[in-house]
Structure formats: structure tokens, C-alpha cells
């Protein structure tokens, strides 16, 4: 248990569903974060956010829409997803955004898109 | 071509093997940090360290900065070691983390 959990675990769309993915992190940390992991690629930063502003973007399509309603969760919304967007989403956390500190990383969101 | 590379990509071991990951990165970092992925996905850091080494149990990561080179060693390796290690630093005084592809170990008993 690192304390940050996701939900789902696993999530089946068609392209032209629209479903949310949540994050929520029992640390009290400041910072929370977005990554995706394809097969055979290194993790990619998505976006993170820092006492609820979003301060990275990391030219992600707009088809996925976070949002941080406050610092211990975090959303992303999915919309018109592609096939290629089939991944394992993982949310982090970190006290206060530094490259430096330590992260701490929820089980992941797997995802398919049909 | 990744900023960061690691190597090897896969690596299997007999129990008891003494393990060594390399990682190494293309710029000027100022801290590095080594991830564990088990199957299933959830991701687990190991340490993170700017200069010098560090050991926490059979796990030791050392890092060169002048040669831009880490290594993570697992003394004694056991099957429960089984899992995606990888590297991470974030770059040109940045806040963002850039990931190697990590290396699949697989330790049999």
C-alpha cells in the first residue's frame, strides 16, 4: 500500500464512450501526476498538477481532460478515445512537485479501447 | 534515442546471483531515481540519490555523476526480486521525470 489508490483497475471502452478515471492520495502531498505505460515504452508523463494547478501539459491530446478538484484527488476524463490509447494509466503523488522527491505511485488504470 | 538508456533490457538470474543494473543519461541531472514495477503495474521507488550510493537492504544504487552513469545491485537475489526495474531523473532543472524502458529481471529458484 503506498497510499494513493486508483479506480478502476480495469476499464473496457468503445471510441465513443466517455468514462472517468480517479485518483486519490492519503499522504497529504501537494502535487499529483498523470503517466501512461504502452507496451514496450518508458513511462510518459502526462500532466501534473500542484496545489491544484496544472503545471505541465505534456502535449497531450484533448481528448483527455484532468481535473483536481482539490490536492488529494485527481481525475482523468476520456472521451473519443483511440485503440492506441490502450495503456496502464498510473497516478502519483509527491510532497511538493520536485524532480527531486520521492513519488509515490497508485496500481494503475488498465485500460482498452475497442 | 531515450535520454535515458538501461541496460540490460531483460536479465534472468538462479537465486542467490548477485545482480547489477545499469542506467545511464544523456545531460546534467541533479538527482536520480530507481523504480521497482511488479506485474500487475503498481510501482514502488527504491531510492532516489544525487550523488555517492546508497543501500537499503540487498538493494545498493550508486551513481557517477561526471561519467552520467547509475547502477542498482541486488545481493543474494531472490525470486520475490522478480520485476521491471527502472530508471528515472528529471531533466534541465525541470520538475519532469524522463524513464528508461527498464530492465525485466526474472530471478528462478
Known amino acids: 500500500e503506498t497510499g494513493v489508490t486508483q479506480t478502476p483497475r480495469h476499464l473496457v471502452m468503445g471510441m465513443t464512450n466517455k468514462k472517468s478515471l480517479k485518483c486519490e492520495q492519503h499522504l497529504g502531498h501537494n502535487a499529483m501526476y498523470w503517466y501512461k505505460q504502452s507496451a514496450k515504452k518508458p513511462l510518459e508523463l502526462m500532466f501534473v498538477y500542484n496545489f491544484k494547478e496544472q503545471t505541465e501539459n505534456n502535449s497531450v491530446p484533448s481528448r483527455f481532460s484532468p481535473e483536481c478538484p482539490n490536492s488529494s484527488h485527481l481525475f482523468l476524463h476520456l472521451h473519443t478515445l483511440q485503440p492506441e490509447d490502450s495503456a496502464l494509466y498510473l497516478c502519483?503523488?509527491?510532497?511538493?512537485?520536485?524532480?527531486?522527491?520521492?513519488?509515490?505511485f497508485g496500481p494503475g488504470t488498465r485500460l482498452l479501447v475497442l | 534515442k531515450n535520454e535515458v538508456e538501461q541496460s540490460p533490457q531483460n536479465l534472468t538470474a538462479q537465486e542467490g546471483e548477485f545482480i547489477t543494473i545499469n542506467c545511464s543519461y544523456s545531460?546534467?541531472?541533479?538527482?536520480l531515481h530507481w523504480l521497482q514495477q511488479h506485474p500487475g503495474g503498481g510501482i514502488v521507488s527504491l531510492f532516489m540519490?544525487?550523488?555517492g550510493k546508497k543501500k537499503h537492504g540487498r538493494l545498493i544504487a550508486t551513481i557517477n555523476i561526471q561519467e552520467k552513469h547509475s547502477s542498482l545491485h541486488i545481493t543474494a537475489s531472490h525470486p520475490r526480486d522478480s520485476a521491471v526495474y527502472i530508471c528515472a531523473a528529471p531533466f534541465n532543472n525541470t520538475d519532469k521525470l524522463i524513464f528508461g524502458t527498464g530492465t525485466r529481471l526474472q530471478v528462478f529458484p
Open positions: 540519490l544525487s550523488s
Open positions: 545531460v546534467g541531472i541533479s538527482a
Open positions: 502519483a503523488s509527491s510532497q511538493g512537485g520536485a524532480g527531486w522527491e520521492t513519488q509515490y
